[in-house]
């Protein structure tokens, strides 16, 4: 399976007779629902999984901003403008939360978004499909932000103390986000047979998509075990996936809506809805760099750290000279 180049753990869960006596009583505590925080001793691999996975979801934050602030000059009312604008703006402070939480671990914001540039960590699948229209606005909101809080929600669990405490700040914001969405694809699929339309697109474009946030099936998801047995994960793939499923398909049903999958269908025996699996293929693909916005996201990431060096210059060099007034102030009152 396609990886990335920050390694993490491959030699299957340890158990408890292979662990040194620091494994196991680090193990213990997780096992007590202690957290672990930054300068507690902690096995390596789980270090570089936390950086991994933290990383990855900070990109994931700060590349999602590009398909919906795509639209911000063009929402149809100025209220949606503002909403827009400010839902963009809180993605960029996700961003800065969860790259402060990897800091912790000592990587460095700028090591990390190097590797994102140079393919060495991944973005979520999701950002590299397109937003052809104001549905879709909705549609991201709605659906993405939806699948976000669903993983989130059980991330406020994790075992490493600071990506806990980012991801409680962050599903408070998350909630907001997925009520816009909701409320703008409401207005459109209780619009216009047009509006209804663009909805039913919406939604029929961005199911799967939105499915496959949650990862491969849990047969093929390579960190599951150790994270879940570290605590870094709390649900499955699959688990989060039909808690999404189970979740959404009542909304879809109260907008009037079809449904995206001829297979979604209630499991009395489960308790849970029936559905079809998301094209593995076509997300496995999507993750070699293949899928449709790949390129121009990362063309406009780059683009965007280019053209901003000159702030971080400027920023850097002031905090260089008022870091050299205080010495010097310093030494002229001894
Ligand atoms: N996209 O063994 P597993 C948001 C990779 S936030 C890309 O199951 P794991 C808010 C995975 O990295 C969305 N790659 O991996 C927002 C691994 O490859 P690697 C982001 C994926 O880590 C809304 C390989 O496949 N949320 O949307 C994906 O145990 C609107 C094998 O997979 C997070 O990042 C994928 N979908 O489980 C912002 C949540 N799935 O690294 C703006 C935190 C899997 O070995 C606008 N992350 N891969 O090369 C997680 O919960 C986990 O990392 C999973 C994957 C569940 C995503």
């Not at 599903?171 to 969405?181: D, I, L």
């Not at 790949?294 to 060096?309: F, L, P, Q, S, Y």
Request: charged fraction near 25%.
């Amino acid at each position: 399976m396609y990886a990335q180049m920050v390694k993490t753990a491959s030699d299957g869960v340890k158990s408890r007779k292979d662990m040194s006596p620091e494994e196991a009583a680090f193990q213990e505590k997780i096992d007590a629902d202690i957290k672990i925080e930054p300068r507690d001793w902690m096995p390596e691999d789980y270090r570089r999984t936390l950086i991994r996975q933290i990383g990855q979801h900070a990109h994931s934050e700060v590349v999602g901003q590009l398909p919906e602030g795509n639209w911000i000059t063009r929402a149809p009312t100025l209220e949606r403008k503002m909403i827009l604008l400010a839902k963009v703006q809180d993605e960029a402070g996700h961003g800065l939360y969860l790259y402060s939480a990897a800091e912790t671990l000592g990587v460095s914001r700028d090591e990390m978004v190097e590797m994102l540039h140079a393919g060495k960590m991944k973005y979520s699948s999701i950002f590299n499909y397109p937003t052809l229209n104001w549905a879709d606005i909705g549609a991201v909101g709605w659906l993405v932000d939806g699948a976000a809080i669903i993983n989130q929600v059980a991330l406020q669990r994790t075992s490493y103390g600071p990506y806990s405490r980012a991801m409680i700040r962050i599903c408070k914001e998350e909630s907001f986000h997925a009520r816009q969405g909701y409320s703008a694809i409401m207005k459109m699929a209780f619009g216009t047979p047009e509006q209804k339309r663009m909805a039913q697109h919406a939604v029929n474009r961005l199911w799967f998509p939105a499915l496959m946030m949650f990862g491969p099936s849990d047969k093929d998801s390579v960190h599951s075990e150790q994270s879940m047995a570290w605590k870094i994960k709390i649900k499955t793939n699959d688990e989060l996936r039909q808690q999404f499923v189970d979740q959404t398909v009542p909304q879809i049903l109260y907008l009037g809506l079809e449904l995206p999958d001829p297979n979604i269908k209630w499991n009395e025996e489960r308790g849970h809805y029936d559905f079809s699996d998301p094209d593995w293929s076509e997300f496995f693909n999507v993750l070699k760099g293949n899928g449709p916005c790949n390129t121009d996201r990362m063309k406009d990431r780059v683009g965007a750290w280019e053209d901003g060096a000159w702030v971080r210059d400027g920023l850097m060099a002031h905090a260089r000279k008022r870091q050299a007034r205080k010495e010097a102030a310093k030494i002229a009152a001894e």
